[in-house]
């Protein structure tokens, strides 16, 4: 089977097609733009959604998909500053996040870590709970179709969200 090389006019298709996509889905729902509106209160007048947590997140100056993730977690409302270091390896060992679960970025919310593509919906869930025997939860690598590693194809690669504690012990907080 031969492949042949894609022409200039397929390949802008092609980034289109998949820059809507992105955008598509990275838009908020209309129950999402129902719920509050723009001027801080809500659609039915009860309050609006309380604002999320601050989170800070380490990645390496050349890595994009970083930059995809912090967005997700922009658009779920963490006021994220994102950080470049060009010693990743070092942040990780600092941060106490356990060698075999690495990955291309760290995040710090609250007391916790998060290691990853790690979905929003489980920081959510983690800083809700609040555990007391959790550091930090961690997707390691860089799995497909996890959070900011979704692909035109919508190829998706099976991972887990893995809990870390204070000594490196490890166990699934979501599989």
Known sequence: ?????????????????????ALVGCSPSSDERAATDP?????????????????????????????????????AGYQV???DD???TAVKQRLGVPAELASCHTAVVGDYVIEGHVPLEEV??????????????????????????????????PFQVIAFDATGRTSIYKA
Do not use: H
């Open 124 to 157: 959510d869930r983690l800083l809700r709970e609040r555990p007391s025997d959790i550091k930090g939860i961690a997707v390691p690598g860089m799995p497909l179709g996890s959070p900011g590693m979704e692909v035109p194809d919508g190829t998706k690669e």
């Open 39 to 75: 001027k801080g209160g809500s659609a039915g007048g009860a309050p609006a959604t309380v604002q999320k947590a601050a989170m800070t997140v380490y990645r390496d100056p050349s890595c994009g998909c970083c930059e995809a993730w912090a967005k997700i977690a922009e658009d």
């Open 1 to 21: 089977m031969s492949v042949r090389p894609r022409s200039r006019r397929e390949f802008i298709y092609g980034g289109l097609a998949f820059g809507g996509l």
């Open 86 to 88: 060009n010693n990743m």
């Open 81 to 83: 500053t994102l950080l």
